[in-house]
Every structure is written in C-alpha cells, then in structure tokens.
C-alpha cells in the first residue's frame, strides 16, 4: 500500500508535468529543429499549390468519367 498524496498536490504535480512538457517542446523547436530558409518555404508552397490543382483536375476527370459510363451503363439496361 503507498502513501496517499491529498488531491490538490496531485493537481499541482499534474500541472507542472504540463507545463514542464510545453516548456521542453519549445526549447526542442527552437534548439535542435532546422527551419527552412524563406525561399525554400516558397518553392514548396507554389509545388504544394500546384499538385492539389492537378490532383484536384485529375479527381473532377475521373468523376466525370465514371458518372458518364454509370449513367450509360444504366441507360443502356433501361433502354
């Protein structure tokens, strides 16, 4: 059987794992985490940009090619 510890220093002990753990997640980005360069954050956000325009185009053309085959396919069980 362990020593029971009386609730508000379970809350207090609780609260500074909390806000130890915030403080070590931003000393870790600051210290040991390498930043892109302006340019490089640039070059990848205009090549992120354009391939969710491409995959976007590709997903409306697949759509609308299977909507035309089901809509054929149906009709042509219909008709």
Known sequence: MGVRIP?????????NKVTNYISEAFEELKSNVTWPTWEEVQKL?????????????????????????IAGFFNWIKG
């Open 45 to 69: 956000t205009i090549i992120v940009a354009i391939f969710s325009v491409i995959f976007a185009l590709a997903t409306w053309g697949i759509d609308t090619v299977f909507g035309k085959a």
């Open 7 to 15: 609730p508000p220093v379970q809350k207090q002990n609780r609260m």
